[in-house]
């Protein structure tokens, strides 16, 4: 059985339910643009292939001013929906954190920007949980290129076989995957009729993630007793 020393986590879908909250920026943005973004184009175009719903407006004519102007402004939308929201943290997810704490490493690696994950975690009492975290502005290319994961695991001091990540999109699976990591999904609404074919394995709650990751380490028995009673 594998055992593991260190866990890099996403955070939007993961740690904090923000998807929704960034999906409606979008939409909300390009509404006035005669252009209804669904939930599945949001997923395709930003979840699974990381190019935004830019070129859309880009096929209207529009020139590349407006897509700048319009970036800062879903920045601004989706900091005041942080900021409004209540009760941001997954479901179940401070237990697994507090578990696994005493036996692993961890560290955030998110394409969020810090203002956006400062604001998702103003109030979810997880920050004590990890060794650092990896915003958008600290590393190279964002995922789905590896550049986030192999900082995360320099910041660890640990090689990718003593490691797993825990993502919920195609692009950050390919991330990870490209890092060496493997790579256990979990399913939310947004994700739910993705296969997920290259992962380690996907699983549906967050009861189940906690089993899985307990399953990895060292004192077995007292790690997924702590985990089953706290969910």
Not at 69 to 79: G, H, I, K, M, T
Not at 131 to 160: C, H, I, N, W
Not at 199 to 219: D, H, K, N, Q
Request: net charge negative.
């Amino acid at each position: 059985m594998k055992t593991i020393q260190g866990v890099l986590w996403d955070n939007d879908g993961v740690l904090v339910n923000t998807e929704q909250l960034f999906y409606e920026s979008n939409r909300d943005l390009l509404l006035p643009y005669g252009i209804d973004l669904t939930p599945k184009q949001f997923f395709d175009w930003f979840l699974d292939n990381n190019y935004g719903a830019w070129h859309l407006l880009l096929g209207q004519g529009h020139d590349i001013a407006v897509v700048d102007r319009l970036r800062v402004e879903r920045s601004r939308l989706f900091a005041q929906r942080l900021r409004q929201a209540r009760q941001l943290a997954m479901p179940g997810i401070h237990g697994v954190l507090q578990a696994l704490r005493p036996h692993v490493r961890m560290g955030v690696v998110t394409s969020a920007y810090e203002q956006h994950f400062q604001l998702s975690h103003a109030t979810s009492g997880m920050a004590a949980c990890f060794d650092f975290v990896l915003t958008r502005e600290r590393y190279g290319e964002s995922k789905p290129a590896p550049d986030g994961y192999l900082l995360g695991l320099q910041r660890l001091g640990l090689d990718a076989a003593h490691c797993v990540a825990v993502e919920d999109s195609p692009r950050g699976l390919r991330a990870a995957n490209a890092a060496g990591l493997e790579c256990i999904i979990l399913r939310n609404a947004m994700n739910r009729d993705y296969a997920f074919d290259e992962a380690f394995c996907v699983v549906e709650s967050m009861a189940e993630l906690g089993a899985v990751l307990a399953s990895f380490v060292p004192g077995l028995a007292v790690a997924r007793q702590q985990l089953e009673s706290s969910l």
